[in-house]
Nanobody
Framework: QVQLVESGGGLVQPGGSLRLSCAAS????????MGWYRQRPGDQRELVAS?????????AASAKGRFTISTEYTMTTTTVYLQMSSLKFEDTAVYFC??????????WGQGIQVTVSS
């Protein structure tokens, strides 16, 4: 059973920072990439950032220069982080982490709310 558990969301003021974490465990297989998507109210889900294993990160235009994706691997857990700074009202969304495997499977986290409000 593969589990992706997100944490670190919440309420933050404009200009503030948050760090999202996503711990992936279980029989995932060989990971080809990890990433973060978000879904704003009334919008479709969109890619925020992705990081191929052994590759360079890829960011949405809205995230470049403000967000940083990183990963950490241990014996039992793979974790992907999204460091978000200079947050704006329009960053308010539900954020989802993803894990892509070399077997062409994609796993999703349950989603975590980020609200930017004064």
């Amino acid at each position: 059973q593969v589990q992706l558990v997100e944490s670190g969301g919440g309420l933050v003021q404009p200009g503030g920072s948050l760090r999202l974490s996503c711990a992936a465990s279980g029989h995932i297989g060989s990971v080809s990439a990890m990433g973060w998507y978000r879904q704003r109210p009334g919008d479709q889900r969109e890619l925020v950032a992705s990081l191929p294993t052994g590759g360079l990160p890829n960011y949405a235009a809205s995230a470049k220069g403000r967000f940083t994706i990183s990963t950490e691997y241990t014996m039992t857990t793979t974790t992907v982080y999204l460091q978000m700074s200079s947050l704006k009202f329009e960053d308010t969304a539900v954020y989802f982490c993803t894990v892509d495997t070399r077997g062409a499977r994609k796993y999703w986290g349950q989603g975590i709310q980020v609200t930017v409000s004064s």
